[in-house]
């Protein structure tokens, strides 16, 4: 939640927007911080697409939320690191971005799915609406496994992002 809020989000803007006017400017020792970018972005691009996200299929409910907080961390690192990039870098880093957002997407609607299921008991259904509760909830197992495959297929593609930030070490 805390990475999450307006308080974090204004954080990330403000150190962006300061790291673009030190990059522009030449103030900023780019021997220093381009391969400190590179080895970032790569370290956690390899913990979170290349292993912890290799199964998805497999993981546990936590274990996807936990994917999906790791995601969204490599999104906000690519994206506070994006004033180093140039030309094809800055595409390729938007591209992966963006991917990393629509990532964060699918996994958070794949931990919303068991919450669903607790929500939807707890308010006390008379016997007659919980076969249609039941229903709904089974309609949403197919959800559950387009949710998967759309998280399959983009992780594959993230694994096999040619790392852009490499130029930068």
């Known amino acids: 939640a805390a990475i999450t809020s307006r308080r974090t989000q204004r954080l990330v803007a403000e ?3 300061w790291l673009s006017r030190n990059i522009s400017s030449g103030r900023w020792n780019m021997q220093r911080v381009g391969p400190f970018a590179a080895r970032s972005l790569h370290r956690n691009w390899k913990r979170t697409i290349r292993n912890q996200g290799l ?3 497999r993981l546990s409910a936590a274990d996807l939320h936990r994917l999906r907080i790791r995601v969204k961390r490599l999104r906000y690192a690519v994206g506070f690191f994006a004033p180093l990039f140039d030309g094809d870098q ?4 938007e591209a992966f971005r963006q991917r990393l957002a629509e990532m964060q997407d699918s ?3 794949l931990n919303d799915m068991p919450m669903a299921r607790s929500m939807i008991f707890s308010l006390g259904l008379a016997p007659s609406e919980q076969g249609e509760a039941e229903w709904i909830l ?5 959800v559950r496994k387009e949710l998967l495959k759309h998280s399959r297929e983009l992780r594959r593609k993230l694994a096999d992002t040619k790392p852009f930030w490499r130029k930068l070490g």
């Open 107 to 109: 996994l958070g609607a």
């Open 138 to 142: 089974s309609e949403r197992a197919d």
């Open 15 to 17: 150190m962006t927007a």
């Open 90 to 93: 800055a595409k390729s880093a």
């Open 55 to 57: 199964h998805i299929d």
